[in-house]
């Protein structure tokens, strides 16, 4: 049945994508904070207080998912000749993958709410208290799982970009104070 109706199926490539994703995401953080200590950025953009004054969750997250990676990483140095207005792919790491965080947050919803539901027709129902009967609809169409997989191939683009755009930051003279 699966195979036939599809959504059972896409759900399975969904969740599988999803549980990458989340784990790209937290590398994505590893990796800004591994920028931050390698450029010798200025922390400021990292600040708690910056990111709870805006209230996205996921920004909030992401900052905090930076700053513990640079904790676990031995901390940071800022490099004081650094420009305090970093490129864009620095400073603003915690909003890129916070509105990324979100994306999979809303995949994970969906996907939650279609494993834990019935997908079946025709749906048979019965109570102590009433006759047995057969509903038909359309519980098996995967409207809501292919908005899930979307949002998941939307964050992971976000995060592959800004990734590019961090590299790009660390090996392009103009960009990374003459480093090799």
């Given amino acids: 049945l699966a195979l036939v109706n599809g959504t059972s199926f896409m759900t399975a490539f969904a969740l599988d994508a999803l549980v990458a994703a989340k784990r ?17 950025a200025h922390p400021s953009p ?12 996921g920004q909030i997250e992401s900052a905090r ?8 990483q031995g901390g940071l140095q800022p490099d004081p000749t650094r420009p305090l207005q970093e490129v864009y792919s620095i400073r603003c790491a915690p909003q890129w993958l916070g509105a990324s965080f979100e994306q999979l947050c ?3 919803r969906l996907l939650h709410a279609e494993v834990h539901g019935v997908s079946d027709n025709p749906i048979l129902l019965a109570s102590p208290h009433e006759d ?5 609809g359309g519980n098996f169409q995967g409207t809501q799982v292919a908005f899930g997989a ?14 590019e755009r961090q590299l790009d930051a660390v090996i392009s003279p103009s960009l990374n104070a003459g480093a090799p």
């Fill in 65 to 72: 998912g930076i700053r513990a990676a640079l904790e676990q």
């Fill in 132 to 136: 047995p009967v057969a509903l038909h």
């Fill in 106 to 108: 809303y995949a994970e």
């Fill in 24 to 40: 790209l995401r937290t590398r994505a953080e590893e990796l800004t904070a591994w920028i931050y200590r390698l450029v010798g």
């Fill in 150 to 163: 979307d949002a998941i191939n939307g964050a992971l683009t976000h995060i592959g970009l800004l990734a």
């Fill in 46 to 57: 990292l600040d708690a207080r910056l990111h709870q004054v805006r209230g996205h969750t």
